[in-house]
């Protein structure tokens, strides 16, 4: 029998491992924060536990981590993992220190089944879910690089996550609500729920369901105010229309000053960045406590987008403003080594024919 990713469990899974394999519970405890404070990957360190003990947890089980198949760095100290899965696939991690946080954004399928017409990944053409282990994995990969462990050290390195590499986190919603419940557990790196943020093109159901189970942070990637232009740059929103998807915004439980609804929006020039789109923006989100994030458009090679000059930015960002919204200008991070939104794109269609059978595809859209 092949041994059991211990990093697939949730707590309670833990707890049921433990109880077939008649240990008692309190191992579950043990183990758990041997492996989410400590960052342990070897059962024999764990010096609560008899040795022998610790042998039978190791005939029987494993703390994996995923396998880095490069590492890049950015000069702005950016830092870029490809990480290869079990089957060969890949996905990215990346880590953005900046001078009052450090941000993981975490991806959640391989590749994307959305095409969104702006985005890298969009274009890829395997796609499948990544289990809790492999998101989860990603996170204890960059702590383990950063030197992050215990988790609950002073200066930690990572003090936020995004959902917001390759992949809709809500298309892969269970496996991604159980990642966040580990990064979110007291007993192991214990994130905060505000320092955590979902990224979503809209599915709607589930941006319900992470509201009354996760709490996390909202970010909706907009990118156009009305279903015309939406419906061609964010292809989703065919199913999922702009009126819903702002009502569903609207209900999000928790609404303050200080917990806002994040509003992404790609410049894309001549499509999306006229006066007239900033206004209907501000009418379309009127009432609902926002922050909206507007990201110069990132390029990759064979993109038709450009992005919208400098000037364009400021001044769309400027009626926002003048209207009470705060509207950040996202500075691209890691651009040289296409570490920025939208560039991420593993090179999963270089896997070998023999492979691709294995690859689930989702369904498309
Ligand atoms: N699938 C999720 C999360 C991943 S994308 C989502 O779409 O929200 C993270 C963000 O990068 C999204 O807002 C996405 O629209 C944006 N993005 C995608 N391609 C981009 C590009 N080429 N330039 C700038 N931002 C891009
Ligand atoms: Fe998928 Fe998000 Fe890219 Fe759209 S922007 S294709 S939803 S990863």
Not at 56 to 80: A, V, Y
Not at 115 to 127: E, I, K, M
Not at 161 to 181: F, H, Q, R
Not at 189 to 209: E, W
Request: a positive charge.
């Amino acid at each position: 029998m092949s041994r059991q990713d211990l990093l697939n469990f949730s707590f309670d899974e833990l707890k049921a491992f433990c109880l077939n394999n008649d240990l008692p519970r309190f191992r579950a405890t043990q183990i758990w924060r041997w492996m989410y404070c400590f960052g342990l990957q070897s059962f024999l360190e764990m010096n609560n536990i008899s040795k022998s003990t610790r042998s039978f947890l190791n005939e029987l089980s494993l703390i994996s981590r995923p396998q880095i198949s490069e590492i890049k760095e950015s000069k702005d100290g950016t830092i870029k993992w490809l990480i290869k899965l079990k089957d060969g696939s890949e996905v990215e991690t990346v880590y953005i220190p900046q001078e009052d946080r450090g941000t993981v954004c975490l991806s959640s399928q391989v590749g994307c089944t959305l095409n969104c017409s702006f985005c890298h990944t969009g274009t890829q053409a395997l796609v499948r879910n990544l289990t809790s282990g492999e998101i989860i994995g990603q996170l204890m990969l960059v702590m383990d690089h950063l030197n992050d462990w215990p988790s609950g050290k002073n200066h930690r390195k990572v003090t936020n996550v995004v959902m917001m590499g390759m992949g809709e986190p809500l298309l892969n919603y269970d496996e991604v609500s159980k990642a966040i419940k580990i990064m979110m557990s007291d007993d192991g790196i214990s994130l905060s729920r505000r320092r955590i943020t979902l990224s979503t093109s809209g599915i709607i159901p589930n941006i319900d369901k992470t509201g009354a189970e996760l709490g996390v942070n909202l970010a909706i990637s907009l990118h156009a105010v009305n279903d015309k232009l939406r419906d061609t740059l964010v292809p989703i929103n065919k199913k999922y229309n702009l009126k819903d998807l702002i009502n569903s915004c609207r209900n999000y439980p928790n609404l303050s000053n200080s917990r806002r609804i994040t509003w992404e929006y790609v410049m894309l020039k001549d499509i999306n960045d006229s006066e007239e789109d900033a206004n209907n923006l501000i009418k379309l989100i009127k009432g609902i406590p926002s922050k909206i994030n507007l990201i110069p458009f990132n390029p990759w090679p064979g993109s038709f987008f450009e992005t919208s000059s400098k000037n364009k930015i400021d001044n769309f960002a400027k009626i926002l403003m003048d209207a009470g919204f705060a509207s950040p200008i996202r500075k691209p991070r890691g651009q040289d080594i296409y570490a920025a939104c939208g560039q991420l794109k593993s090179d999963t269609e270089k896997i070998r024919k023999s492979q691709i059978n294995k690859l689930v595809p989702l369904h498309s859209f």
